[in-house]
């Protein structure tokens, strides 16, 4: 049996970190965010406390600051309701007020039909890609604070959305054919139930563009092993469907084509199969965790009527998942207790969320992730 959540003393909450370096702008809607830059460190030429050379530009903190147009205005619950009747199908959903925000369901909502002039030729918003040298790009994870648990958090209210590039990185050498560009992308919602001066929900993206493909995208077979934790409190199998796949992609404006169409993902990105979205990886954990904290607070005494929420998620996608492949998403309550959130003494306890493929032996954590999680 897990313990209940106790008195533990607070520690300071990563999502805390996490918004302070969000999107923080007096107008939302008109002016241009502000972005934190990097601290300067010691041997910086401008403070002058050492003649250590500084390090080399990066050649796409161009795209740093960069904002990407958001609809302003209610949250879309009828993209949310939709979302929920296509997860159904696939998983065993726990019970929720329709009129909520539910963890994760943030994403179907204030996003843009990109004109087809800004796309690439594989259907990918080009607002942000480092260039056509990098023509391939796949999604490497993300996190996602919730400030405002989705139990408080009615559809029906004004959300203003706000996005843009936080950061660019190379990885490997830049002249190599398997270099990566890592590009962030911060989006945070600010709710009218604060005043529209601090976000409801805030969000970091992290994507991965490339010259060419790694072979481990180019085969459904498993060549990395990691292996998943044992005893999970709550689990759930299901498979992917190409529905499911559309769906999310059109609640989502999302036109990659490495989601919607087979000949053109073997073709051009040598994939054989349809590549599971890694935003809609990210819903299907946090679903699973909402059911297993269901289920958990039943099992509780003293939790009264109060629900146990998500405050802060994080996750990496580690290998592919591909479309009509049997995956398990579990999860479980890990040692140890997680930072409290900022701004109560509500304790904490941190949980281990997971996405693994194959069987027996052959069984591997695909998709990691970790959530903060306390009392509403």
Known sequence: MHRALGGHKRKSYQAAQFCARCIKAKSHTDSKPQVNRPEQRDGDPISGASSVAPPERDPFDYLRGRRLKTHDGPWNSSNMHMLSRALSAHLSIAPAQRTRVLPGFHQVSGNDAIPEHLLCDDGADARYSP??????????????????????????????????????????DLNSDHAKVKVTIGRSYFSELHGGNFPAITEKKYLFFMRSIPPSLQSVDIQRRFQPPANPFHVETMTPSSTLLFRFSALTMNDHKIHLDTEYTRRVYGIPKLLVQGPLTGVLMLEVLRKALYIYGKEQTGFQDRSLVVTYFNYKNIMPLFVDEKITIACRKIDGRGPARFGDNTPTETWRVWIQKGEGDNATVAVKGDAVVSLD
Do not use: C, H, Y
């Open 131 to 172: 260039g056509p040298d990098w023509k391939f790009r796949v999604w490497a994870g993300g996190q996602m604070a919730f400030n405002v648990p989705w139990t408080r958090l009615d559809m029906a209210s004004t959300v203003l959305p706000n996005e843009l590039v936080l950061a660019t990185r190379v990885i490997g």
